[in-house]
């Protein structure tokens, strides 16, 4: 299944640029994409003295974006006997020159490494949150050690029905959206497929352990089964929408095994990761669409700060990002 057609891989030499050039040249070439790799050089401003825009801050401006083509083009240069490869020197904030590329070139997928400094405890840095959450294409962040195929990819959804009508069409879409790439990649690898639901009983704490309500437990363990038939009727119902989308034969060859899980998301999806081992995980960062700034949730980045794999994060059709194109 050919997903993606316009990608753009974004490194930063002279660091290795191997596992994000790796997994994009072969991903280009496995779906007939084009592939354009860049890297963002940082602006140069002018110092105590030094007039902004003046010759010498020019000069120096210009001896870095040099610098960043000459590292640049060492760096693609071993792929360019594959296929024909774009290049491109940005120059800015990383994650702001970056999404402007999106916007000006309709890329439709974005793969670099994550931000390594060695004072960040978690695995994204500051670069990557924002790309995660503000990017209008997909994200793809793979992990800086060179990679072989991957065994294991876990997708998440969110079937959530407490929701509006808009909201629960956004929410849908973006499953479907999960589910079709999450499956498009475990075929290509080959790899397991998990897809990953959790769901809680509101008020089942409550009517447990209040001592006002006294609710008999017999009636409690009743009432969580129906919730969890519940949310079981709504898995299987998205699985049978993936076998629309993708059709009987691959599903039959991949047999996703399907995770329905009791407990807050934030806590039970990384514990799934861990114990599955997963190299990538494919997930939603936004559930809204068309409101500008209306970006990552709580318990998605609380997910993703749990995370140490890869991950491939997915915005729902109409998502409109907050940062402007400029020319």
């Known amino acids: 299944m050919q997903r993606f057609k316009d990608i753009l891989c974004v490194v930063e030499p002279p660091k290795s640029c191997e596992p994000a050039l790796q997994r994009a040249v072969a991903l280009a070439e496995n779906n007939q994409a084009s592939l354009t790799v860049v890297t963002v050089a940082p ?146 690898e080959p790899a397991e497929l998990h897809i990953v639901y959790t769901w809680e009983a509101i008020g089942e704490n409550l009517m447990r352990h209040s001592p006002f309500l006294m609710t008999p437990q017999d009636q409690v363990e009743g009432y969580v089964e129906q919730v969890r038939r519940h949310q079981a009727a709504r898995l299987d119902r998205a699985m049978a929408d993936m076998r629309c989308a993708m059709g009987g034969d691959a599903l039959n060859f991949l047999q996703p095994q399907t995770h329905l899980v009791k407990g807050w998301a934030r806590k039970e999806i990384p514990a799934l990761v861990g114990r599955l081992e997963a190299d990538l995980v494919v997930m939603g960062t936004v559930a809204r669409t068309g409101i500008p700034g209306f970006i990552m949730g709580n318990t998605a980045e609380s997910i993703l700060n749990q995370l140490d794999c890869a991950v491939l994060a997915i915005k729902p059709p109409g998502f409109v990002t907050p940062v402007t194109r400029e020319d």
Not at 44 to 72: D, F, K, R, Y
Not at 100 to 112: A, G, Q, S, T
Not at 137 to 143: A, D, E, G, S
């Open 43 to 188: 602006r140069v401003t002018a110092g105590i003295g030094m007039p902004e825009g003046g010759p010498i801050s020019v000069n120096l401006q210009a001896t870095v974006m040099h610098q960043h083509t000459q590292n640049l083009e060492a760096c693609v240069a071993p792929y360019r006997s594959r296929m024909s490869i774009e290049t491109r020197v940005l120059c800015g904030t990383p994650f702001l020159e970056v999404i402007r590329e999106v916007l000006r070139n309709r890329h439709d997928l974005v793969i670099k490494v994550p931000e390594q400094p060695e004072w960040l405890e978690r695995f994204f840095g500051s670069d990557d949150m924002h790309l995660l959450r503000k990017c209008p294409c997909p994200v793809w962040l793979v992990k800086p050690q060179p990679e072989k195929e991957y065994r294991r990819i876990l997708a998440a959804v969110d079937l959530d029905d407490d929701q509006t009508p808009e909201e629960t069409e956004s929410i849908l879409a973006l499953n479907r959206q999960i589910l079709e790439m999450a499956g498009s990649l475990a075929l290509a």
